[in-house]
């Protein structure tokens, strides 16, 4: 059996799920939480009643900011990559190649983001024009791809079954 990996030696390398990649937004589990969000400095507009959006703006590099005093809901949450390796289903080279696939498949997804534009921009952009059954524009195909590209690998690596984003054709 593998060793086992504690969160802070997977998670400081990866920190995907603080960033939109794999949630758009994270439950808050009540007012303590919004309470640590607002201290923090958090900025209103990104809390909802009952969530705050992503990426997180406590999020430092790959790191909590502010890791110590976090929401409750943060540290409750373990990927698939994380769960496996913590135990011992995977081995931590194993692991940590995975994050460091999924960590450059997000960088390209952020490099082939209009200036000043999010992934949520993106998202909902693509939504209205699918809405409206306009063409996807070919200068966006790099976006696009990149973005497929994460969902996959995130849907096999990260995401429990069940709650893959991308259709599967195999």
Request: charged content about 25%; some cysteine; glycine content about 8%.
């Amino acid at each position: 059996m593998s060793e086992a990996v504690s969160t802070g030696d997977l998670c400081t390398h990866c920190g995907l799920c603080c960033t939109e990649a794999l949630f758009g937004w994270v439950p808050l589990m009540g007012e303590a939480d919004r309470a640590i969000m607002l201290r923090h400095g958090y900025d209103e507009s990104q809390l909802l009643p009952d969530r705050f959006l992503t990426p997180c703006a406590l999020l430092d590099g790959k790191a909590c900011g502010v890791f110590p005093d976090r929401p409750s809901c943060c540290p409750g949450y373990r990927c698939e990559v994380l769960s496996a390796a913590q135990d011992g289903a995977m081995p931590l080279d194993q692991a940590l190649d995975i994050v460091r696939k999924a960590v450059a498949l997000h960088d390209d997804v952020q490099t082939n983001l209009p200036e000043g534009q999010s992934l949520h921009d993106a998202r909902r952009r693509w939504k209205e024009a699918d809405k409206s059954g306009a063409a996807p524009s070919p200068d966006e195909a790099p976006l696009r791809l990149a973005y497929y590209a994460l969902n996959l690998f995130l849907d096999r690596h990260f995401r429990p079954a069940g709650g893959e984003l991308v259709e599967r054709l195999d």
